[in-house]
């Protein structure tokens, strides 16, 4: 009762000022947010001002780090001995099976076969348990820099119910992504979770569901909003649907009224520093991963996505300019049963497409519209038996073909099968441009990515054995 009574009163604040705040936010979109207060106003300038410095002004220099990882996997795949150490074990990591099945991948018995630089970085210590923190030092590509919850304490989730919304219950995952600070976030044991309302989290967060079989099932999904640095890891996120607006702590000090769920997966909105990795996904009410509002230095890898229309919207209005800043890396990523379209589908930014294994769509594998920049470097493209769809790519947007052919649209080693074709536009790329060699992956070709993308998904990993 006395819940009821607190949360009355806070609707009642927030209606007060839902005339002026609105007024605020009119010229932007604000995603689900009802009421868009001075907390939330502040929120967003801050997060615009950690956009602005993740964003790389010479974004190519960015990728040949991943380059550089890959190509290490080359010598190894091919069975070339480099007196380099770690790049000798690596290449003991892969060796003793010759297959690339994918469905065998969590069958293999003998020695850990990490087959991509992330995995490499983490995956065959079979004391990862005692060292999860680990993993934020693998991510490649634009999220290179994102450490999640590394320097916070373990956070461990013991209860999958999700009743309360403005004073989420000790154990939740709920209470456990509106903690300030740092924290990397576990499960005590396997879990099914059905969220009743969108899952605000904070900055500096990792999920990390290795060592249980954890799903955000059946109800709302996650919402990265004007936040930096957060880790998703190892988690089923699927069936997701659209769910009412109403009060929802999104920290320990404020809670804010939002309107209703659009029904995405995950949702990145105004963020930057974002990995989201090895995550299995399907069958959402709207979007897999919708990437909007200005986010950038994101690396979304080693994925699977299955049964879906819209898998990823990278740029939400052709009008945003500010999604110009977007840098997105997609690696090793596995486009699976039942996919229809965007897989990416971009806007403005720049996006680096790279060893991923696109073996089903129905309308097209990857396109956009308002000049955005993609490099697809060392894909599989299987195009489906329809003649009609054997085009990878999109531009179907009203576009008149004088403009998109300057848009930069580059294949580079990528894998044709099945008569799959890439319509190239702009200028050819001149080496990696003005990217690091720390924001770019370099690629491998495409021959190698059933290889390369062979774990995509959860991994199902056990306490005591490598993963």
Not at 125 to 148: S, Y
Not at 284 to 306: E, K, R
Not at 354 to 381: E, L
Request: hydrophobic share 35%.
């Amino acid at each position: 009762m006395v819940s009821m009574k607190f949360s009355l009163v806070l609707f009642m604040c927030s209606f007060c000022v839902i005339l002026p705040c609105l007024k605020a936010g009119a010229d932007s979109d604000n995603g689900t947010i009802a009421v868009f207060d001075p907390v939330l106003q502040e929120r967003e300038k801050r997060a615009e001002i950690a956009a602005l410095k993740a964003y790389q002004p010479d974004p190519e220099s960015v990728t040949d780090e991943l380059i550089k990882d890959v190509e290490t996997y080359y010598y190894c795949l091919t069975c070339v001995k480099i007196s380099d150490s770690t790049v000798t074990h690596a290449c003991r990591s892969i060796e003793g099976s010759n297959t690339t099945r994918r469905h065998l991948a969590k069958k293999i018995k003998g020695d850990c076969t990490a087959t991509n630089p992330i995995d490499r970085c983490w995956r065959c210590n079979p004391d990862w348990a005692n060292n999860r923190k680990q993993l934020a030092n693998c991510v490649r590509g634009f999220g290179r820099r994102t450490r999640g919850g590394k320097r916070g304490p373990i956070y461990v989730v013991h209860d999958s119910s999700d009743n309360d919304m403005a004073n989420p219950k000790p154990g939740t995952l709920r209470h456990a992504v509106i903690q300030t600070g740092p924290l990397w976030i576990i499960f005590k044991h396997s879990m099914t979770i059905k969220l009743n309302k969108e899952l605000i989290m904070t900055s500096h967060k990792t999920i990390d569901g290795r060592g249980a079989n954890v799903h955000i099932a059946h109800g709302a999904g996650i919402t990265i909003q004007f936040v930096e640095n957060v880790i998703i890891h190892g988690i089923h996120i699927h069936d997701i649907v659209s769910v009412g607006g109403g009060l929802i702590r999104d920290s320990l000090d404020h809670i804010g009224l939002r309107g209703q769920s659009d029904g995405d997966g995950i949702t990145v909105f105004g963020s930057s520093h974002i990995w989201l990795d090895h995550l299995s996904m399907w069958n959402c009410y709207d979007g897999l991963t919708d990437v909007v509002q200005g986010s950038t230095a994101i690396t979304i890898s080693n994925c699977h996505f299955t049964r879906h229309n819209d898998v990823m919207l990278f740029g939400a209005n052709d009008s945003y300019e500010r999604d110009q800043i977007m840098q997105i890396t997609v690696a090793f990523n596995h486009f699976g049963k039942g996919l229809i379209q965007r897989m990416p589908r971009c806007r403005f930014g720049f996006f680096h497409v790279v060893n991923n294994d696109y073996t089903h769509w129905q309308m097209y594998a990857i396109g956009g519209s308002s000049h955005p920049t993609i490099i697809s470097q060392g894909n599989r493209y299987v195009a489906p038996p329809d003649p009609k769809l054997k085009e990878i790519t999109s531009r179907a947007y009203s576009t008149p073909e004088a403009v998109w052919k300057t848009w930069q649209w580059r294949s580079e080693g990528d894998l044709m099968e099945n008569g799959a074709y890439f319509r190239e536009s702009g200028e050819p790329r001149k080496g990696r441009g003005h990217f690091s060699r720390f924001d770019v992956i370099n690629a491998k070709p495409g021959s190698f990515v059933r290889r390369l993308t062979r774990f995509a998904g959860t991994l199902g990993c056990r306490v005591g054995k490598a993963c």
